[in-house]
């Protein structure tokens, strides 16, 4: 595990850091090709620099985000952003993350992309890479 990724998890309480050890190895292990790191406070998976999935600690829990999320057409991942294509889940225990669940959303998350890494280039427009 990325050493900054296992630094964030290691400062969580006790519950938060086994949702997000299993949420960071089941990542690493479905994206293999992924380049993680901690990015705007928060662990978060690339491919070719386009930010793919992450999570972090909030009140409601810990969110798991997908980028592209909304276009993955899961009733579980129901937290929608407002302004872009991403949605989330949230998590208060371990044994609420379906790790089967999980696994289809990463495979999803590589094949549905939108291109958030030239946004602010687009001048906020948001396009789906194929």
Known sequence: MNTE???YNNKQTPVDKEICY???TTIDNELTEAKCKIWHAHPVWFLDDNPIVGYSKQKAGLRLMFWSGADFKEEKLNIRGKKF???SIFYTAVEQINTKDLTNWLKKSREIQWDYK????RKGQLERLK
């Open 5 to 7: 990724i296992q630094a």
């Open 22 to 24: 299993l949420l960071a």
């Open 85 to 87: 294509k991403d949605a």
């Open 118 to 121: 030239n946004l602010i280039k």
